[in-house]
């Protein structure tokens, strides 16, 4: 998508960052250029701007927790004692999931 490409990337980390760590209203300066993106694409979807920023923030920081998660199981999985600590915590997981399961299904 277009807003997925460099200035508009750059644009919704600031505007994640700002988002985070306000929940009231405020003004924020931006270029003309990004400020007509979130209103073209408001516009396409028969919402507000405000709410297709919030809703690109809120994306962005998703895909941030995503890109951390995915990094640190990249550590574990190329560290072999922690890979096999970590499969096992996997396996622990499922198998007491597994019996929770079963004991629902014995009631």
């Not at 994640?16 to 009231?24: C, E, M, W």
Request: proline share 2%; net charge negative.
């Amino acid at each position: 998508m277009l807003w997925q490409r460099g200035h508009y990337a750059q644009a919704l980390e600031h505007f994640d960052s700002v988002l985070s760590r306000v929940d009231a209203t405020m003004t924020v300066r931006v270029w003309r250029r990004i400020h007509q993106v979130p209103s073209e694409l408001a516009a396409q979807q028969g919402r507000s701007a405000s709410d297709v920023l919030d809703r690109l923030a809120e994306q962005a920081r998703r895909r941030q927790i995503l890109a951390q998660y995915n990094a640190r199981v990249g550590e574990l999985l190329a560290d072999p004692v922690e890979r096999r600590l970590w499969q096992d915590d996997l396996d622990l997981s499922a198998a007491s999931a597994a019996e929770v399961v079963e004991g629902e299904l014995a009631t």
